[in-house]
């Protein structure tokens, strides 16, 4: 069984420029989550998709950060413009419905805002 | 709201020796989850290992065991056998049942000595 894919694995941008993260879930996963993972500190879900419709956004910074599932499949996170304080490493994880308890994560991808 | 504790940012053990690294964690729930992460530097986080509340055995897998005190809501991993793999950044996570959200700690560095 594959895992969770994610691309791309590093992104070095400067900021206000923009930058776009793809993640491809596990087969049969209908729930995706975006996680925003701070140097030094653990995993902030940022986002949660079950098939193609938003359950939680209660910490996405949308003024900034945007993030689709079309097709209830793959999801791309967006951030326009970029800050410093984005430079994080972005992780991607799926569950089947109703077991956030069986959540799989992807190897993320590290991002640089200079 | 939920949150989880780590108060240990750094353990160290020697290879073959047994280490524990703490976790406690609020809630006013009854029905949730706990869980241990494993975080390398390839940044793939990791399921190491699951306790559901409900239950009073102590899950075990493999070299690694948790000491669950309910009441106290304490949730400690304890590694047997220490092995130069096992270095890595471990997180405490919990979901509370119902919902699909995991909150993390902040982590604890784990490092093993040859």
């Known amino acids: 069984e594959a895992g969770v894919a994610q691309s791309p694995r590093y992104k070095i941008i400067e900021k206000r420029q923009s930058v776009a993260f793809w993640c491809n879930p596990i087969s049969g996963h209908a729930t995706l989550y975006w996680y925003q993972q701070i140097l030094g500190q653990g995993p902030k879900l940022l986002i949660q998709f079950q098939n193609n419709g938003v359950v939680d956004d209660s910490q996405l910074p949308k003024d900034r950060f945007s993030a689709e599932r079309l097709k209830g499949v793959d999801s791309t996170l967006k951030i326009q413009p970029a800050k410093l304080e984005d430079s994080a490493v972005y992780l991607c994880?799926?569950?089947?419905?109703?077991?956030?308890?069986?959540?799989?994560f992807g190897p993320g991808t590290r991002l640089t805002v200079t | 709201a939920q949150t989880v504790t780590q108060s240990q940012p750094e353990m160290s053990v020697q290879e073959a020796e047994t280490v524990t690294l703490s976790c406690t964690y609020d809630?006013?729930?009854?029905?949730?989850?706990l869980f241990w992460y494993k975080q390398p530097p390839s940044r793939q986080m990791i399921l190491v290992i699951r306790q559901e509340a409900y239950k009073q055995q102590n899950a075990t897998e493999n070299r690694f065991s948790v000491n669950f005190q309910k009441a106290a809501k304490s949730f400690s991993l304890k590694i047997s056998d220490s092995q130069l793999g096992d270095a890595a950044m471990y997180f405490c996570?919990?979901?509370?049942?119902?919902?699909?959200?995991?909150?993390f700690g902040k982590g604890t560095k784990l490092t093993v000595n040859p």
């Open positions: 809630t006013s729930e009854s029905d949730y989850y």
């Open positions: 994880a799926s569950s089947p419905p109703g077991q956030g308890y069986e959540q799989y």
């Open positions: 996570a919990y979901n509370q049942g119902g919902s699909e959200k995991l909150v």
